[in-house]
């Protein structure tokens, strides 16, 4: 019997694993490649270190990759959960041949430090600098240059995606603060 059976552990294919560790919210980045706006939708997601760097994964299958390649710099907006229709819909088509903004009426915001633009409905936006790109592994990696959050938002729940086609919804926030405070940087 294999290991595991006894204690009601059920096996579990390896092609699923990766949806048990539920990544960060599932985020847009927005480019532009000199002509023109973008945005995809990103689940995979990392964060590098305090300061503002991140990761994202992504490859030349994609239309936005171009233009993150080549001007090196984007901005990841944060969607909540009132947009779940519009984050499927972004990343179920390309910017090779559909004006996202328009389609789905998303907002452009200028930004300060990169051309492409914040996206006005999101709860948060970040403008980024592609500071490495990792071919061998699909990994963008970015430094954040300037954050904006949307306080007046009524909407703040962001949602994971499993991997599946389904989505995990922010819940309750458990508060924890004094018992991290030595593993805390300064000011949060
Ligand atoms: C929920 C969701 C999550 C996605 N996550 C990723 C991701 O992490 N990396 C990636 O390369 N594509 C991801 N995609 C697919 C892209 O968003 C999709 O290929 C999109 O059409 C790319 O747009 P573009 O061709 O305009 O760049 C995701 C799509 C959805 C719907």
């Known amino acids: 019997m294999e290991r595991g059976r006894e204690e009601g552990m059920e096996t579990l ?4 694993a990766f949806t048990l560790l539920e990544p960060g919210p599932v985020i847009l980045v927005a480019t532009h490649d000199g002509h023109k706006d973008n945005v995809m939708t990103i689940s995979w997601t990392m964060v590098l270190d305090f300061s503002a760097s991140f990761a994202i994964t992504t490859g030349p299958w ?4 171009a233009a993150l390649e080549n001007t090196r710099e984007c901005v990841i907006a944060l969607p909540t959960v009132d947009l779940i229709d519009t984050i499927v819909g972004i990343g179920t088509c390309s910017g090779k041949d ?30 980024c600098r592609v500071v490495d790109i990792v071919e061998r592994h699909n990994i963008i990696v970015l430094a954040g240059v300037a954050a904006y959050y949307d306080k007046a938002r009524k909407e703040k729940k962001t949602i ?10 922010d819940g309750r926030r458990i508060n924890r603060r004094e018992m991290m405070r030595s593993k805390l940087p300064e000011g949060l």
Not at 62 to 65: D, E, I, L, V
Not at 160 to 169: K, L, R, S
């Open 13 to 16: 294919p390896i092609s699923k």
């Open 160 to 169: 994971h995606a499993v991997g599946d086609g389904t989505f995990i919804v």
């Open 98 to 127: 559909t004006d996202k903004f328009a389609t789905f009426g998303l907002t452009r915001v200028p930004a300060n430090h990169v051309r492409a633009p914040l996206i006005g409905e999101c709860l948060a936006n970040i403008e």
């Open 62 to 65: 994609n239309y936005s990759y």
